[in-house]
């Protein structure tokens, strides 16, 4: 077990990120093991997805050993992921990822899940390896010649921030399905007990070249969400943020953690930051019945091919530019 709790495993969040809508189960043995999973259910592609509430990071049950001596402490655990496995109600599939620091993933394993290793990057709590001295000198030159030609921001506009986003998803994806609602919540719910930012470059007119939100709790800072401006060139407005988020992680004495990547290309220039790399399990447990749709629609998506859909995507902004697509939308302040 995690000697702190994460901000994704607050009751706080998960009201915030699911507007009231996230669900639990407990699991007692009837003597000292009790277990508790908070959970969301999700639709993806046809399927039923039982999962951490939206826009979660890292998460995991919380269970209680009770007497149990050292040597049974996985055994037991085992026994509660089991029992809480027969208390969720009717899925197709169940997605967790558990935090760097968790111990869990073995006894998920033995348990039948399927385990399997991701990666962020975190600063050095103890303050023997620095950052810049370690991290690549071209995005060291990047990041000194950038902060001379664009203005660094700490805001709290989530509107300015999510205009830039809508923004960026729209020109790189046919549908926007971005869940402005539950960003907008959680950002508020965060910035009122004082453990968000928003950190944003800025061009010479003063727009917006980059933004990301920053998340905390008492122990690490999560480069949570970030975008950019489609229409400017300046790449190096990403690097820029990311050195002033780990700057800002620093100064309040907390880990930074970049949250992870998406592609094999973004963890290549994420490495290049003089970060140390984490790993963190991703769980999972498909249905037998299920694993033929999934396996379906992951064949259509490769027929359509990532080449095409960048093709058809860039073909449709020059027919469409993005201005004159779509209008910011309606988000609560």
Same mark, same amino acid.
């Given at each position: 077990?995690?000697?702190?709790?994460?901000?994704?495993?607050?009751?706080?969040?998960?009201?915030?990120?699911?507007?009231?809508?996230?669900?639990?189960?407990?699991?007692?043995?009837?003597?000292?093991?009790?277990?508790?999973?908070?959970?969301?259910?999700?639709?993806?592609? &046809?399927?039923?997805?039982?999962?951490m509430p939206t826009l979660a990071r890292v998460m995991q049950p919380i269970i209680h050993l009770g007497a149990a001596k050292p040597k049974e402490d996985l055994s037991y655990s085992v026994k509660a992921l089991k029992g809480l496995a027969d208390l969720l109600p009717k899925h197709d599939q169940f997605k967790y990822s558990l935090p760097p620091d968790s111990k869990m993933d073995?006894?998920?394993?033995?348990?039948?899940?399927?385990?399997?290793?991701?990666?962020?990057?975190?600063?050095?709590?103890?303050?023997?390896?620095?950052?810049?001295?370690?991290?690549?000198?071209?995005?060291?030159?990047?990041?000194?010649?950038?902060?001379?030609?664009? &203005?660094?921001?700490?805001?709290?506009?989530?509107?300015?921030?999510?205009?830039?986003?809508?923004?960026?998803?729209?020109?790189?994806?046919?549908?926007?399905?971005?869940?402005?609602?539950?960003?907008?919540?959680?950002?508020?719910?965060?910035?009122?007990?004082?453990?968000?930012?928003?950190?944003?470059?800025?061009?010479?007119?003063?727009?917006?070249?980059?933004?990301?939100?920053?998340?905390?709790?008492?122990?690490?800072?999560?480069?949570?969400?970030?975008?950019?401006?489609?229409?400017?060139?300046?790449?190096?407005?990403?690097?820029?943020?990311?050195?002033?988020?780990?700057?800002?992680?620093?100064?309040?004495?907390?880990?930074?953690?970049?949250?992870?990547?998406?592609?094999?290309?973004?963890?290549?220039?994420?490495?290049?930051?003089?970060?140390?790399?984490?790993?963190?399990?991703?769980?999972?447990?498909?249905?037998?019945?299920?694993?033929?749709?999934?396996?379906?629609?992951?064949?259509?998506?490769?027929?359509?091919?990532?080449?095409?859909?960048?093709?058809?995507?860039?073909?449709?902004?020059?027919?469409?530019?993005?201005?004159?697509?779509?209008?910011?939308?309606?988000?609560?302040?």
């Open positions: 077990m995690l000697d702190h709790a994460p901000i994704f495993e607050q009751e706080w969040w998960y009201q915030a990120a699911t507007d009231g809508k996230w669900k639990q189960v407990e699991y007692n043995d009837g003597k000292n093991l009790t277990a508790k999973l908070i959970f969301a259910e999700h639709r993806y592609r &046809g399927l039923t997805v039982i999962g073995i006894a998920f394993c033995l348990a039948g899940y399927t385990v399997s290793a991701n990666y962020t990057f975190r600063t050095d709590p103890s303050g023997g390896h620095d950052p810049w001295v370690e991290m690549d000198q071209k995005v060291r030159y990047n990041i000194k010649t950038g902060s001379k030609r664009m &203005g660094v921001e700490f805001h709290d506009d989530i509107a300015r921030y999510i205009k830039l986003s809508s923004l960026f998803i729209k020109d790189r994806a046919f549908t926007d399905i971005v869940d402005y609602g539950a960003i907008t919540r959680i950002w508020e719910a965060c910035f009122s007990r004082k453990q968000a930012t928003i950190l944003s470059c800025v061009d010479a007119q003063g727009q917006d070249i980059a933004s990301a939100i920053l998340i905390w709790d008492n122990r690490h800072l999560y480069y949570w969400l970030n975008c950019r401006n489609p229409e400017s060139n300046d790449y190096t407005a990403n690097s820029v943020l990311i050195w002033n988020a780990v700057e800002f992680a620093q100064k309040a004495g907390l880990i930074f953690d970049m949250d992870g990547y998406a592609t094999p290309n973004a963890g290549i220039f994420l490495s290049r930051f003089g970060l140390l790399p984490h790993r963190r399990f991703d769980v999972s447990m498909i249905k037998s019945a299920a694993r033929l749709k999934t396996a379906f629609s992951s064949h259509l998506v490769e027929m359509v091919g990532p080449k095409l859909r960048k093709q058809l995507l860039t073909a449709r902004n020059v027919i469409r530019p993005p201005k004159q697509r779509f209008a910011l939308p309606n988000v609560a302040t």
